[in-house]
Antibody, heavy 126, light 110 residues
Framework: EVQLVESGGGLVQPGRSLRLSCAAS????????MHWVRQAPGKGLEWVSG????????GYADSVKGRFTISRDNAKNSLYLQMNSLRAEDTALYYC???????????????????WGQGTLVTVSS | SYVLTQPPSVSVAPGQTARITCGGN??????VHWYQQKPGQAPVLVVY???DRPSGIPERFSGSNSGNTATLTISRVEAGDEADYYC?????????????FGGGTKLTVL
């Protein structure tokens, strides 16, 4: 059974840093790209960042580029998100999501999230 | 950047068919995925690559995509289908490629 368990969330002051972790199990972690998706309270889903199986390809949403860094440790079956210079608008539930890694009919990258964790809440407030 | 537009809400009576649209410029050229999110729960993938279903998702859930509109169709709607639904694509067409989600549609079962 695929399991994704996020941790590291909490209350943090604006401008400070926080590191999120996602522990994966139930699948061959280093075969799959992984992503972070967030959801502000009462709002919709927003993709934050993604990383390929070997960390060779990394992408970020414009809203976090330059402030957040995604990484993974395949030996530990873990995904991370280092969040620096946090802002109030970064307040959200942060989900770790597994990429389905299938080819799409449209060709090129597909980015389908077939498993999600339960999320870890990050609150940025003074 | 690429924008996906969904109606904020859709209402349907039990047993009827619900159609949730997702509009985007030439979305028919992209692969569209749909997620269901119930209150307090993580999203669940219900349709991917326009019309494929993951294992365990009922056949009542189907999808289509053409022109400027993708559609998630839920047949024989049940009370348990009440949830928020989000469409999603990968946009590589702009200067800032990335994953894009629609704003979400709340499905209410009357």
């Amino acid at each position: 059974e695929v399991q994704l368990v996020e941790s590291g969330g909490g209350l943090v002051q604006p401008g400070r840093s926080l590191r999120l972790s996602c522990a994966a199990s139930g699948f061959t972690f280093d075969d799959y790209a992984m992503h972070w998706v967030r959801q502000a309270p009462g709002k919709g889903l927003e993709w934050v960042s993604g990383i390929s199986w070997n960390s060779g390809s990394i992408g970020y949403a414009d809203s976090v580029k330059g402030r957040f860094t995604i990484s993974r440790d395949n030996a530990k079956n873990s995904l991370y998100l280092q969040m620096n210079s946090l802002r109030a608008e970064d307040t959200a539930l942060y989900y770790c999501a597994k990429d389905m890694e299938v080819a799409c009919s449209s060709g090129g990258s597909c980015y389908i999230f077939d498993y999600w964790g339960q999320g870890t809440l990050v609150t940025v407030s003074s | 950047s690429y924008v996906l537009t969904q109606p904020p809400s859709v209402s349907v009576a039990p047993g009827q068919t619900a159609r949730i649209t997702c509009g985007g410029n030439n979305i028919g050229s992209k692969s569209v995925h749909w997620y269901q999110q119930k209150p307090g729960q993580a999203p669940v993938l219900v349709v991917y690559d326009d019309s494929d279903r993951p294992s365990g998702i009922p056949e009542r859930f189907s999808g289509s995509n053409s022109g400027n509109t993708a559609t998630l169709t839920i047949s024989r709607v049940e009370a348990g289908d009440e949830a928020d639904y989000y469409c999603q694509v990968w946009d590589s067409s702009s200067d800032h490629p990335g994953v894009v989600f629609g704003g979400g549609t709340k499905l209410t079962v009357l």
